[in-house]
């Protein structure tokens, strides 16, 4: 039986503190189990001088662990799922999601003014094309400007004065106790979050039984379902983070799971959006076909563009 468990993760604040939060979980659910981490600095963390967009998408937060993870190294992986790929390696899988936290995404500006009310020529920081897409749909006014650093470091541009705002995902400033920074929760109706934000994946070996049998524990039903119809979209669109689009599946409560997808052009126009209702047992079928109700409205025109 195993006695320790060897997580790697990156080294931000975000990450160690999914780490730990994982680390603490297994601990108390399996007395005796020792937990480390091997902190591994990814490609993603040493270039920060570029959009992620241009050099390669959020895979570069991956790459670097999951080599690790088939060297063995470590038994487990903790990532934000939105940074994995549509397509994972053969040798990997994700053993469990835990219970999602808040998908939306927030402003986090000037108390007391929304997005869609800030003046023109506000600064707006964001490192996400389908950020920047909404911003410019909801707000033409407004100066988006490309942003890239962990959560702290994007926060103290706004308090240094070299941003009027930035938008983040709610999820991490949640799991940092920072949501009292946040100025405005914007719906997902207005902002379709990227596909599985708010989600952990706890990946590992796909040949390793034992620490797949200790994090099934950790897997909350509800979250993979959605977290198979919003990777089930991804890879029916074929798309990652160079491509300006959302995809969120939220339970209806009756054992059905509703799918709601969109892809924006630059600059918020042209804008398509699309929704599927079915049974849950069927979600990765779900969230393909939104992705393909989308492509029959002409979204692969935004999908070419972007690509090239």
């Not at 800030?118 to 600064?123: D, H, I, K, S, W």
Request: charge should be negative.
């Amino acid at each position: 039986m195993t006695t320790t468990i060897r997580i790697a993760s990156r080294g931000s604040e975000l990450a160690l503190w999914q780490a730990n939060h994982i680390r603490d979980a297994l601990c108390a659910a399996h007395p005796g189990l020792a937990v480390e981490l091997l902190i591994v600095t990814t490609d993603g963390d040493r270039i920060q001088d570029r959009p992620l967009h241009e050099i390669g998408g959020k895979g570069l937060f991956v790459k670097g662990i999951e080599e690790r993870l088939l060297a063995g190294e470590a038994e487990l992986a903790v990532h934000s799922m939105k940074d994995l790929p549509a397509e994972m390696i053969p040798e990997l899988v994700v053993a469990a999601t835990p219970e999602r936290v808040d998908p939306r995404d927030v402003l986090i500006g000037p108390p007391g003014v929304g997005l869609a009310e800030l003046p023109a020529g506000t600064r707006v920081g964001t490192g996400s094309l389908r950020r920047a897409a909404l911003c410019a749909r909801e707000n033409p006014g407004i100066a988006v400007m490309p942003l890239r650093g962990n959560v702290p470091t994007r926060l103290r541009k706004v308090e240094q004065g070299e941003l009027d705002a930035v938008i983040l995902a709610a999820a991490g400033l949640v799991r940092l106790g920072l949501a009292d920074r946040i100025t405005e929760w914007i719906p997902t109706e207005r902002f379709c979050p990227s596909p599985t934000q708010g989600i952990l994946a706890l990946q590992c070996r796909a040949d390793d039984e034992e620490t797949m049998a200790l994090l099934a524990v950790l897997d909350h039903g509800p979250t993979a379902a959605r977290a198979a119809a919003e990777r089930g979209f991804l890879r029916r669109l074929k798309a990652g983070c160079t491509v300006p689009m959302g995809c969120f599946a939220e339970p209806t409560g009756n054992g059905e799971l509703q799918v709601t997808g969109m892809v924006i052009g630059d600059g918020g126009r042209p804008y398509f959006r699309a929704s599927e209702l079915g049974p849950i047992t069927d979600a990765a079928e779900l969230g393909a076909q939104v992705g393909q109700t989308l492509l029959e409205m002409g979204a692969d025109v935004v999908l070419d563009a972007a690509r090239h």
